[in-house]
């Protein structure tokens, strides 16, 4: 199977002004007291992300799971989770989002199911049978394969499977770019095919059920011993034929970070992350972060990867830029304030399908202290209930609080979505604001090019170009509690969004004020 050379894929259309929102189900809106969210909580609180301007949801994996991975670990692919609904509902789900014109991603999770699994309990048998090289085994409980980990001991069958992540979520089997054990099996194996297989019929699955597509969990570790990529590449490449296909339309995100690998891969777009080379930590996750404002931090490596990235996927709006997920801290932890809509101004003014993180556009905070949830551990604070408002349970459940499924954030002053609806000069109603601009400046648009106008090591602001056609916008973000200047050539025309103080040009000099963010037509 070699790589092709493969263009990059034309998109559905919804990708070019999609605005996503990120739905963590257990954690959003529990419907019938349970203390978990559910499908029939998400549906009745479609028109508040509609309001905020989102039109895309990605939804976490929503199926049958033992939940020791907050649901990464399936063990029935084509079937909901009890707890959060039934297929039907989940079908009902989809005809709700398409109602209102807005689109929705299911969390395919390819890589690994959990050890509850049929697969994996007939993988473990001593017998041969359909699924015996479904998962990559050795060939002795003796020998361990190297490098993932690996779960042993406890089959009939004399081997060590390979695990992916946790050690209760054993590897599929998609073979190996370079099997250099016998037990390895090169990614044209009937069993690599076979897994392959049915990795299509569960996409065939759900895309037929009515879903728009799939965020794609660790679409990049699929095939192992696979240094550059490129037989990952080409099983994605497959895959995306099979959908040319039969489902052209559906739209594929990846969680891979290198937008290089998984656009070749026929992915519409890929997110980056805090793991990997892409640098995103330096905007809002790390001592310093360029958006804090001490102004101590330093966007230039961030914005050196972003340019290579670009270039290499054609300078075309394909990298999604995240505000958090249910991966990372808050971005409340370490972002404040006024620092929070400047972020915002930047997530919601740069190319690509910007995605927000439930809560997030209320500042919701991390939740210190928590113990573990379904193997959250230190994610576990990012993961707690949506607040709605002042009622019971910040209106997330009517459950006992004890029975929530994550502790809410317990302190006084926790932001909620309706005092924030209600407030002009709320996180939440900036957002909103960044986003009606940006769906009115195509230049702003997730298409629109972007050039980087000034973005030196250590110092402030950050100044980009973005451009559409015969539009061009200058954006001006300086998150410094101090004023900070540039020089550039560009006569400064009509503001379309502001945010802090007024910028000035004397010259060629702009000055910027403390904690400001400007959109300047040029
Ligand atoms: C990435 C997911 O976002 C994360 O939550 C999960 O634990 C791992 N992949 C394993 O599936
Ligand atoms: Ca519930």
């Not at 559905?12 to 002004?17: H, M, V």
């Not at 459940?397 to 929530?404: T, V």
């Given at each position: 199977m070699p790589t092709k050379n493969q263009p990059i894929r034309r998109q559905?259309?919804?990708?070019?002004?999609a605005i996503f929102y990120e739905i963590y189900p257990q954690s959003f809106c529990d419907s019938n007291g349970d203390g978990i969210g559910d499908f029939e909580g998400i549906i009745s609180k479609l028109d508040y992300i509609k309001e905020l301007g989102c039109n895309a949801i990605w939804m976490n994996p929503c199926f049958e799971s033992p939940f020791g991975d907050a649901g990464y670990d399936v063990s029935d692919y084509c079937k909901a989770a009890p707890r959060y609904g039934t297929n039907e509902d989940l079908k009902r789900l989809f005809g709700e989002v398409h109602k209102r014109d807005m689109h929705i991603l299911l969390d395919l999770v390819p890589g690994h199911t959990s050890v509850e699994h049929k697969w994996f309990k007939e993988s473990m048998k001593a017998e041969k049978n359909e699924f015996t090289d479904r998962y990559i085994w050795t060939d002795s409980v003796w020998e361990e394969p190297v490098g993932y980990g690996s779960l042993r001991g406890i089959s009939d069958r004399d081997g060590s499977c390979a695990v992916n992540f946790f050690t209760h979520q054993p590897a599929l089997n998609y073979g190996y770019y370079k099997p250099d054990r016998p037990w390895q099996q090169s990614i044209d194996s009937p069993g690599a095919i076979a897994t392959r297989e049915a990795l299509k019929d569960i996409m065939r699955f759900w895309l037929g059920m009515g879903c728009d597509g799939f965020r794609v969990d660790m679409a990049g570790s699929l095939v192992k011993q696979d240094e550059d990529s490129k037989g990952t590449i080409a099983l994605w490449q497959n895959i995306r034929e099979f959908l040319d296909e039969e489902f052209p339309d559906a739209a594929m995100v990846s969680e891979w970070g290198e937008p290089d690998k998984s656009l070749q891969g026929g992915f519409h777009m890929d997110f980056l992350l805090h793991f990997g080379p892409s640098h995103y930590n330096d905007l809002f996750r790390c001592e310093e972060p360029f958006f804090s404002d001490r102004g101590k931090g330093d966007i230039s490596e961030f914005v050196a990867k972003y340019k290579e990235n670009y270039e290499k996927s054609e300078r075309k709006g394909l990298i999604c830029i995240p505000s958090g997920n249910h991966d990372m801290d808050r971005l409340a932890r370490s972002i404040h304030d006024d620092n929070l809509k400047i972020a915002f101004a930047f997530l919601l003014s740069m190319p690509g399908a910007p995605f927000i993180y439930y809560g997030d556009e209320i500042g919701m905070r991390y939740v210190e202290g928590l113990t573990s949830v379904e193997g959250g551990f230190s994610r576990t604070g990012s993961r707690?209930?949506?607040?709605?408002?002042?009622?019971?349970?910040a209106g997330f459940?009517?459950?006992?609080?004890?029975?929530?499924y994550i502790k809410l954030d317990e302190s006084k002053d926790r932001p909620t979505a309706k005092a924030q609806m209600a407030d002009e000069s709320s996180l939440r109603s900036e957002i909103k604001r960044l986003i009606e601009i940006r769906q009115s400046h195509p230049a702003l648009m997730n298409k629109g090019e972007i050039e980087f106008v000034y973005a030196e090591k250590g110092a402030y602001p950050l100044a980009y170009l973005r451009s559409s056609g015969d539009e061009k916008i200058l954006v001006i973000l300086n998150p410094a509690d101090r004023e900070t200047d540039f020089e550039c050539d560009y006569a400064l025309g009509e503001e379309v969004y502001s945010f802090g103080g007024k910028v000035q040009k004397q010259g060629k000099k702009i000055a910027v004020p403390a904690k400001t963010a400007a959109f300047i037509e040029v």
């Open positions: 559905p259309g919804w990708l070019d002004n707690s209930p949506m607040q709605w408002d002042d009622t019971t349970n459940s009517s459950a006992p609080k004890e029975s929530l």
